[in-house]
């Protein structure tokens, strides 16, 4: 189940002053599961109604799930407390791994409550139909661009990956309705692939984006969006452990797109693994 933590990062971006005001008493006080609604809207200066739309907004269904939630995560024995725990100079290798792991962990288990899986079922069938398939990413987006790409081409489709900003530019002037951009960018905020995505945009081309804020300005260009979630530590950038969710999110396109396709996906699919088995030994 998702945690109270990490819905609040996942939506963070999302959050009104009012969401924030009550975020913080909550944050403050030491026993947060024991205040009233009436209480909570008092200390946080807000209304209850607001109180209403900041838990709703985190996915609880009432109030009463939201502070049982709140309980169960402060208690001393629970075990997911680890998963807050910070690496340390100190920490044995044995420790580091099962940090990271629970990190990862936590991960996984967060954005499989938090994402929209319908728009997963349709950024499938968009990328099985595509005419030319497009994945875009820098840096270690890049990589996740790239094996995107390695995957959709076993299915015998035009999928191409790029990772150059001005390689991409070029290619978006010259796309066309029934193009597909994959997007890749952890933070939505990088600039140049927001101006090229715009670009492309403009020209009929389909845009999907793969973040981990849905409230990014890349997030904006995006006709279909899909947001991982993760927490950061000192030593590990979330960004790390969102690639691993990515990889996952980008496995189940792939298997969506090949059960779209039906029969003719899973003979290109034979078909490649054939090509490949002929190169070895």
């Not at 390689?167 to 997007?183: L, Q, R, T, Y």
């Amino acid at each position: 189940m998702a945690t109270f933590q990490h819905r609040i990062k996942a939506l963070e971006k999302e959050l009104t002053n009012s969401d924030r005001k009550i975020w913080g008493v909550l944050a403050e006080n030491e026993k947060p599961f024991l205040l009233s609604m009436n209480e909570l809207s008092k200390l946080s200066g807000v209304s209850e109604p607001s109180v209403v739309r900041f838990y709703r907004k985190l996915g609880y269904t009432s109030y009463q799930e939201l502070k049982v939630a709140l309980a169960q995560e402060m208690s001393a024995d629970n075990e997911a407390s680890s998963i807050y725990e910070q690496i340390s100079m100190t920490d044995t290798a044995e420790e580091v791994f099962e940090k990271v792991l629970d990190q990862t962990i936590a991960a996984f288990q967060t954005t499989k409550h938090m994402i929209n899986y319908k728009a997963l079922h349709r950024v499938g069938e968009i990328m099985a139909e595509a005419k030319r398939l497009y994945f875009f990413g820098q840096g270690v987006s890049g990589i996740i661009a790239s094996d995107a790409a390695h995957k959709f081409l076993r299915l015998g489709m035009n999928a191409i990956v790029m990772t150059d900003l001005h390689m991409e530019a070029i290619a978006a002037s010259h796309m066309n309705a029934g193009d597909v951009i994959f997007a890749v960018s952890h933070s939505g905020e990088t600039i140049g692939l927001l101006n090229v995505l715009q670009q492309a945009k403009e020209k009929g081309v389909r845009i999907i984006v793969i973040t981990g804020f849905a409230k990014s300005s890349i997030a904006h260009v995006a006709e279909e969006l899909l947001v991982t979630s993760s927490n950061e530590t000192d030593y590990r950038s979330d960004a790390m452990i969102s690639r691993i969710v990515q990889l996952a999110i980008i496995d189940s396109l792939y298997v969506i797109s090949v059960l779209r396709k039906g029969k003719a996906g899973i003979d290109a699919v034979n078909a490649s693994r054939l090509a490949v088995a002929k190169l070895k030994t």
